[in-house]
């Protein structure tokens, strides 16, 4: 499979791993990685990119990882997800946590500078 940029992941329902969406070119791809990052399962999907994709992708300088790092210095918890949105006209990375009381927060990250915009609680 060849490299691609990440730009959403889902924590499956049971908790053992993620789903994984990755722009390739011009497709979009999806993964399954175990819980300890140790195993990659391609899906079926491959999927052209919708434009609205295409346009929030161009425009991102930090990447997802760092996204996540930055909302859970923000808020403490467990990453359940995160996706590349658009939020007031603002691309961002909605960062999805399950905060130590077992509330779901969103963490929205621009996307141009890696800055924290907005936490919905």
Avoid: C, H
Wanted: net charge negative; aromatic share 4%; hydrophobic share 35%.
């Amino acid at each position: 499979m060849a490299g691609g940029q990440v730009f959403e992941i889902d924590r499956k329902d049971a908790g053992d791993g993620w789903e994984v969406k990755l722009a390739v070119e011009d497709r979009e791809q999806e993964v399954e990685v175990s819980a300890d990052g140790q195993e990659v399962t391609p899906q079926e999907s491959d999927d052209e990119l919708d434009q609205q994709d295409r346009e929030n992708l161009a425009q991102v300088q930090i990447p997802l990882e760092d996204a996540v790092r930055t909302a859970l210095e923000e808020v403490d918890g467990t990453v359940d997800g995160a996706q590349l949105d658009a939020e007031d006209g603002t691309t961002v990375w909605e960062v999805d946590i399950d905060d130590d009381q077992g509330t779901s927060v969103d963490v929205y990250i621009n996307v141009d500078n890696g800055s924290v915009l907005k936490v919905d609680r």
